[in-house]
């Protein structure tokens, strides 16, 4: 069974910067597509960012181009999200997500990827 634990969300004002971990844990990541996705309230859920386990091709929503990165700890089995520069707009509760297996590039922002879940993160951002 595979566990998506997500950490580092809050409260931040404009302009500020948080950075959200997903540790995951129950197999071997090596052959995994990770993503970030985000809800706020009253919309769908919406890619942020995505990165296959190996390889080195990283996918943006064009909305947090520039201002997120994700990036792996392949010793720690981690997955990070930086944020900078945070609007109001980015308020939103953040999950993270794993598929295991090949994914194509046109599906690695599609939610309907990914089989595993965390239970999400607030990331709240005032203005």
């Known amino acids: 069974q595979v566990q998506l634990v997500e950490s580092g969300g809050g409260l931040v004002q404009a302009a500020g910067t948080l950075r959200l971990s997903c540790a995951a844990s129950?197999?071997?990541?090596?052959?995994?597509?990770m993503g970030w996705f985000r809800q706020a309230p009253g919309k769908e859920r919406e890619f942020v960012a995505a990165?296959?386990?190996?390889?080195?091709?990283?996918y943006y929503a064009d909305s947090v181009k520039g201002r997120f990165t994700i990036s792996r700890d392949k010793a720690k089995n981690t997955v990070y999200l930086q944020m900078n520069n945070l609007t109001p707009e980015d308020t939103a509760v953040y999950y993270c997500?794993?598929?295991?297996?090949?994914?194509?590039?046109?599906?690695?922002?599609?939610?309907?990827?990914?089989?595993?879940w965390g239970q999400g993160t607030q990331v709240t951002v005032s203005s």
């Open positions: 990165a296959k386990w190996t390889g080195d091709s990283l």
């Open positions: 129950g197999r071997t990541f090596s052959s995994y597509a």
């Open positions: 997500a794993a598929h295991w297996g090949v994914v194509a590039d046109t599906d690695m922002g599609k939610a309907s990827t990914y089989e595993y």
